[in-house]
């Protein structure tokens, strides 16, 4: 990866585009430092704790610390990135969408604009909700109705320059640009969360314990990041093999191709669609100054991660239970209508391919069912073993860190396809420069 980056150094092209994506991320970085116009930001702090509960620090990590402080990028990708997830799932559940996808480029570039509207949209319900939360919560200095369409329009506004950013780094810069926003939010955050670390475990301890305690914490990050590494890069290779046949007076075909299916194929869909369901009852209820009883009370602790092998609180271990539930149940749903075996097999039947062993249509349809079944299972239980790491350690030890599995696996997923992205581009210039002699 090193080499991968230096050599692209050594390219003006593609060092211009390095240079172009690393301003854009420092203006990203300063507007996530400007905060909104009358707002008390520990007012802001305590309220955004008591709602959004758990996903607090989760959420602050993907908006690098600017969803804390209330900044003009409070909002950051989020609504994009819930946008793409919404219009990803419609596709599916709407012909209509399906058939504009599959009309080449045209169709993809009305399909990015529709993001876009979705996006704004969402922004501004977000926006709306959290400035009526904060004027309900004196977190406003004056809470009139134009110190309300301010902060509405602030939080929309800086989430579509964000949006407007991340679309300037895809097309002159290095990788996506969503996708390398939310990468250098995350790391933003990562000095603090072992600052944190550091003061909680060796800060003030004995030699022995400190010594522990640092070899402990650099054990789980390295492993995790092995773990998601091998995750990520992790897959099954179906056998596909093409009949020959004949074309004028030559035989044509007989090829050997595979079909790569990735296990982690719902990559962090599932763990971000658990995470926001178990919120959504809490977010109500705060939202609306609901009142309810212990019992109730029992069970928004158990949807909370924060209270999760806590052994003061045995029955969050059913909130715990809910969660890996929800993860395989969205992890085989997802990968349901991203991946059709009928649709492949079809295809495959169309154009001679069959796989070894294997008869070509419902038979073949039936296999990889079977294969892509055995495989996801393995890959959510990978998932799940890194999504809880971090939270096993927040529960047991008050480990609280604002990056997780969560983050590791989206940092490490960007990282590498960005590095594709440089290789594959290094290589269209030296096949270029070879047809160029």
Request: glycine share 8%; hydrophobic share 50%.
């Given at each position: ?193 072992f600052s944190n670390l550091y003061t909680l475990f060796v800060k003030n301890k004995d030699l022995v314990q400190a010594v522990i305690a640092v ?88 949807l909370n991660q924060n209270y999760w092998f806590n052994r003061e609180y045995p029955w969050a271990s059913v909130g715990l239970l809910l969660y ?114």
């Amino acid at each position: 990866m090193f080499k991968t980056l230096v050599n692209a150094f050594k390219v003006e092209q593609l060092r211009k585009r390095i240079f172009y994506t690393f301003w854009i991320l420092v203006i990203v970085r300063l507007g996530s430092q400007i905060p909104i116009p009358g707002i008390d930001v520990k007012q802001v702090q305590a309220y955004l704790e008591s709602v959004v509960g758990s996903s607090f620090s989760f959420i602050d990590s993907f908006t690098g610390g600017s969803f804390l402080s209330m900044s003009v990028f409070a909002l950051s990708v989020t609504p994009y990135i819930t946008s793409s997830i919404i219009m990803q799932l419609l596709t599916i559940a709407i012909p209509a969408l399906e058939e504009m996808n599959r009309d080449g480029e045209d169709g993809r570039k009305k399909m990015t604009q529709i993001t876009r509207y979705v996006s704004v949209l969402l922004a501004i319900i977000e926006s709306a909700g959290l400035a009526i939360g904060f004027s309900r919560q004196g977190a406003l200095g004056d809470a009139g109705a134009f110190t309300i369409l301010t902060v509405i329009v602030t939080l929309t506004a800086g989430s579509c320059i964000i949006m407007w950013l991340g679309e300037r780094i895809s097309d002159k810069g290095i990788g996506n640009g969503i996708s390398i926003i939310l990468l250098i939010n995350i790391v933003s955050r990562m000095p603090n969360d072992f600052s944190n670390l550091y003061t909680l475990f060796v800060k003030n301890k004995d030699l022995v314990q400190a010594v522990i305690a640092v070899a402990i914490i650099v054990f789980v990050v390295v492993g995790t990041t092995i773990l998601v590494i091998i995750l990520q890069d992790a897959e099954r290779r179906i056998p596909v093999q093409y009949s020959k046949k004949m074309q004028g007076r030559k035989m044509a075909g007989g090829q050997s191709s595979y079909i790569p299916l990735k296990v982690n194929t719902a990559g962090v869909i599932p763990i971000i669609f658990a995470a926001s369901l178990l919120s959504v009852p809490s977010i109500v209820i705060n939202l609306f100054n609901m009142q309810v009883g212990t019992t109730a009370n029992k069970i928004l602790q158990g949807l909370n991660q924060n209270y999760w092998f806590n052994r003061e609180y045995p029955w969050a271990s059913v909130g715990l239970l809910l969660y890996i539930f929800l993860n395989i149940i969205f992890a085989y749903f997802y990968t349901s209508i991203t991946f059709n075996p009928m649709e492949v097999a079809n295809n495959m039947k169309k154009s001679g391919g069959f796989i070894p062993g294997i008869r070509p249509g419902k038979p073949t349809q039936d296999y990889l069912n079977k294969i892509l079944n055995y495989i996801v299972l393995i890959g959510v239980i990978g998932l799940l073993i890194v999504a809880l790491i971090p939270i096993f350690f927040n529960g047991m030890f008050k480990a609280d860190v604002s990056f997780g599995g969560t983050s590791l696996i989206i940092i490490v997923g960007v990282i590498l396809e960005t590095m594709k992205q440089l290789e594959a581009q290094m290589l269209v210039r030296n096949y270029s420069g070879f047809l160029n002699n």
